[in-house]
């Protein structure tokens, strides 16, 4: 086989290929077998006619024409991997010419390919993460929190206060008609909380049991935008009452048997919560200083067909959630303009960090250990609540649809990363370098832990061996 490849732009090429007539046997014979298996010829067992017939029957150009097809893709492959193109998205075949007895076989295909770019040096990007140490006020507010979870409601006799809960009955009229489904009775509320009426939170202040009023809203649903008179009134008053924060509460709400083994464990747990946000801000930033400091032409046709599947994909799922399109860009509240645009921006984002981790992966050499893969795929597993006994029919299904590819490259584009985050300037708030244990949280751990199950086996290794020995 010979192959050329023509630069058409910095992010497309044109491969041309030659196959030697004799290089093209397995795909006709493939062809001769698979025809010969579909046509019934008198006197001759399924796949037994002899090929003179068969060219007798149907002619030596039908079977040379299902040849083309494997033919094409098998050199098509071999011309990429021998001059090295990076090609994106599914090549487009240009030319063809039909598979002649004895002439060599010829086909022409365009591909986008991954353009050529220059990597900055990694250690002069900037970033500065500004996730910032747990103190005494975030632990109180989070003791706050699990009280609050623990709280129960007591009926008052008293008007309602900001934080009440209050039931209440609600009537909406226009021009003195009831608007359809604009009643409800007996309806929990939070004052304060905002999450009704416009208004509804500023006239329920002040208002006891029994009481009446008429406010001006804006409705929601339907009539959503249209001005209505909303009839309020309150039937019962209710106030939040908290566990007190001592010895009990920590019995009652956690394992823990004292308020102070409570507030360390929360503690610990923002910390680690606080630890891990900092390692993930420091990789969100420091990605988006890499593909800044990167010119990078995106090749228009991978963008384009990219954005019409995912397109494709999400309508799928809009029309699972709202029915429609138009109905779906009513609830979030766009055009379908400012949607195709968003959409755009997403594809373009992520294929920029696809090339530029990929470049960094070659480079480097980063490849992914099976350990890393299988913890993936368990993880994932976990994820959507595979059961035990259908995982191996879960990683069956992955490697069919190529989702353990896709696994791979994903992992290998983390690994990428984390090169770049090694090598990075990350600071904090207050202009501190932060350790690789604050980039990577529990790594040093585990890896003692498997360092020492390693230097554990190699112990039990020399005391068999002794036993051997004696």
Do not use: C, W
């Amino acid at each position: 086989m010979k192959s050329t490849v023509e630069t058409l732009s910095p992010t497309r090429v044109r491969l041309s290929v030659e196959v030697p007539f004799e290089e093209l046997a397995p795909y006709i014979n493939e062809a001769y077998k698979s025809v010969g298996q579909q046509i019934r010829v008198p006197g001759f067992r399924p796949g037994k006619a002899p090929r003179q017939v068969i060219d007798q029957r149907i002619g030596r150009d039908s079977v040379y024409a299902q040849a083309m097809d494997p033919a094409v893709q098998a050199n098509l492959n071999k011309a990429v991997t021998e001059n090295e193109v990076n090609a994106l998205g599914r090549p487009e075949l240009t030319e063809v010419k039909p598979i002649e007895e004895g002439k060599p076989f010829e086909f022409t295909v365009e591909t986008d390919v991954t353009p050529k770019f220059e990597l900055p040096d990694f250690a002069s990007l900037k970033v500065t993460v500004e996730a910032g140490d747990v103190t005494e006020e975030d632990v109180d507010k989070d003791l706050e929190s699990q009280r609050l979870r623990f709280s129960s409601l007591k009926a008052v006799e008293r008007p309602a206060a900001d934080g009440d809960f209050v039931q209440i009955d609600l009537r909406a009229t226009q021009n003195g008609e009831e608007v359809e489904g604009g009643s409800v009775t007996g309806m929990s509320h939070e004052v304060g909380s905002g999450n009704l009426l416009d208004g509804l939170d500023e006239a329920l202040v002040g208002m006891s049991a029994g009481d009446e009023k008429t406010i001006e809203s804006t409705l929601a649903g339907e009539q959503e935008g249209e001005n209505a008179q909303v009839e309020v009134k309150v039937t019962q008053v209710k106030e939040r009452e908290l566990p007190d924060l001592d010895d009990d509460f920590a019995e009652m709400a956690s394992p823990y048997d004292t308020l102070e083994e409570l507030r360390t464990a929360t503690r610990e747990r923002l910390e680690n919560q606080g630890r891990t946000a900092k390692a993930n801000e420091a990789r969100t930033k420091t990605l988006e200083a890499l593909i800044e400091a990167v010119e990078l032409p995106l090749p228009e046709k991978t963008v384009t067909d990219e954005v019409e599947h995912t397109r494709g994909h999400l309508l799928e799922q809009v029309q699972q959630v709202a029915g429609g399109f138009e109905e779906y860009l009513q609830m979030v509240g766009k055009s379908a303009e400012e949607f195709d645009q968003e959409l755009r921006d997403d594809v373009e984002s992520n294929l920029r960090q696809s090339i530029v981790l990929g470049q960094i992966a070659r480079e480097r050499e980063l490849e992914v250990s099976g350990e890393l893969m299988t913890a993936e795929v368990v993880r994932q597993a976990q994820q959507r609540g595979v059961p035990q006994d259908q995982f191996q029919r879960f990683v069956d299904e992955l490697r069919t649809n190529g989702g353990l590819q896709q696994i791979a490259a994903s992992l290998r584009q983390q690994l990428a990363l984390e090169e770049v985050v090694k090598e990075a300037s990350v600071v904090d708030a207050s202009g501190t370098e932060l350790s690789e244990e604050d980039l990577f949280p529990g790594r040093a751990a585990a890896e003692a832990e498997a360092a020492g199950d390693t230097e554990g086996d190699s112990d039990e290794s020399e005391d068999r061996d002794a036993e051997d020995r004696n």
